[in-house]
């Protein structure tokens, strides 16, 4: 007679319990795809952030993505107008100086918070829902302060050009001595250094000025080219308001 499964009153107690049903899986949607997007963005780089990666962020076949974004570029695109979602736009009845300082320093700090957005947004054309709105509310505050059509669109392009420039001064020399194993006062502090040692008659303001220049990666140097700016926009205004 053969032995039973298990012996005698054991079997039942002793058996690993049946696993939990899995819940249904989240289906894949255009929203979610881009969150996830973001996601690897900021893990990954833009280098990082492709059909595949995306797929294994999601749990998912590339192919299944394709029924919701096209290709690549798509995607970036869809990517850059999500991060543009979350800058914030100034109270209505601002000032138009306050109200361009406002965007500006909120774009940048946006740009800042995600790993190669300034790459990616300075790669792409953004022209999504997001980045219009924003622009549709440079372009018209600008154009109730007295600029025309003209002025209004060059200045709110400068405005995003000049902030998503800025951030990438910032953020790409940062990356590569990142990846070089420096940190940015590691890196200031050996240029100092040697700048130290050069000869005193071949750059004399330099060895006074570079602790001023390599401080360009804070706010204050963005804060004093953004304002220069938006005083420059004030003295062009063809018909103040």
């Given at each position: ?8 009153f ?6 690993p ?9 989240e ?13 690897v963005l ?49 109270p ?42 924003r622009?549709e ?12 059509e ?5 200045a ?6 000049y902030?998503v ?6 953020v790409?020399?940062?990356?590569a ?5 420096y ?17 005193l008659?071949?750059y004399?303001?330099?060895?006074r ?10 706010d ?8 220069a ?7 062009r ?5």
């Open positions: 007679m053969s032995q039973s499964e298990h012996p005698p054991l079997g039942v107690w002793t058996d319990a049946d696993p939990e049903p899995q819940a249904p899986r289906p894949l949607s255009r929203s979610r795809i881009v969150a996830a997007a973001v996601r900021d893990r990954d780089g833009v280098e990082g952030l492709s059909m595949r990666t995306l797929a294994q962020e999601l749990h998912t076949a590339a192919t299944s993505l394709y029924r919701h974004v096209h290709n690549k570029g798509e995607l970036l695109d869809l990517t850059v107008d999500a991060v543009m979602a979350e800058v914030a736009l100034p209505a009845g601002t000032d138009w100086r306050t109200a361009l300082r406002l965007v500006a320093m909120d774009l940048r700090r946006v740009l800042m918070s995600h790993r190669d957005a300034a790459v990616l947004h300075g790669s792409r054309m953004a022209i999504g829902p997001n980045a219009l709105s622009m509310y440079l372009c018209s505050t600008l154009l109730a302060a007295g600029f025309s003209e002025e209004a669109a060059a709110g392009a400068t405005i995003i050009n902030t420039g800025s951030v990438l001064g910032e790409m020399p940062t990356s001595l990142e990846a070089s194993g940190t940015w006062d590691q890196f200031a502090e050996e240029m100092s250094r040697r700048v130290a040692a050069l000869p008659d071949r004399p303001t330099m060895r000025m570079l602790p001023m220049l390599l401080g360009h990666h804070h204050q140097p963005f804060e004093y080219g953004l304002d700016l938006i005083a420059g926009l004030a003295a205004r063809s018909s103040p308001a």
